[in-house]
């Protein structure tokens, strides 16, 4: 069973920094970052290729950087200049098979998922 273990969400102020980290026991193709406001649908924010190829959904581009250590099986985001609007649970999800063109930060595109860490920021 794959397993998918979480950490390093937390409450900042506005223009904090976080560090999110993601270990999984499974084969990956694709791994990444999702997030989901109370209300809101969940949302692609930041993935990566076991290859280096990344995608940033735009709100996160410049202020968040997705990293990747293939040995230990664990995916970095590091978030920057943290907005209000940044406020979310924050879930890891990895693809076990290839995903198609343009469909990275698609949440339908993930089969395995974490638990989700909560990251709040306050004006």
């Known amino acids: 069973e794959v397993y998918m273990v979480e950490s390093g969400g937390g409450s900042v102020q506005a223009g904090g920094s976080l560090r999110l980290s993601c270990e999984t026991s499974?084969?990956?193709?694709?791994m990444g970052w999702f997030r989901q406001a109370p209300g809101m649908k969940r949302e692609g924010v930041a993935v990566?290729?076991?290859?280096?190829?990344?995608h940033y959904d735009d709100p996160v581009k410049g202020r968040f950087t997705i990293s990747q250590d293939n040995d230990k099986n664990t995916v970095y985001l590091q978030l920057n200049s943290l907005k209000p609007e940044d406020t979310a649970m924050y879930y890891c999800?990895?693809?076990?098979?290839?995903?198609?063109?343009?469909?990275?930060?698609?949440?339908?595109?993930?089969?395995?998922w974490g638990q989700g860490t909560q990251v709040t920021v306050s004006s």
């Open positions: 999800a990895a693809a076990s098979r290839p995903i198609i063109y343009n469909q990275w930060l698609r949440a339908g595109s993930y089969n395995y």
């Open positions: 499974g084969y990956r193709t694709w």
């Open positions: 990566i290729h076991t290859g280096g190829t990344t």
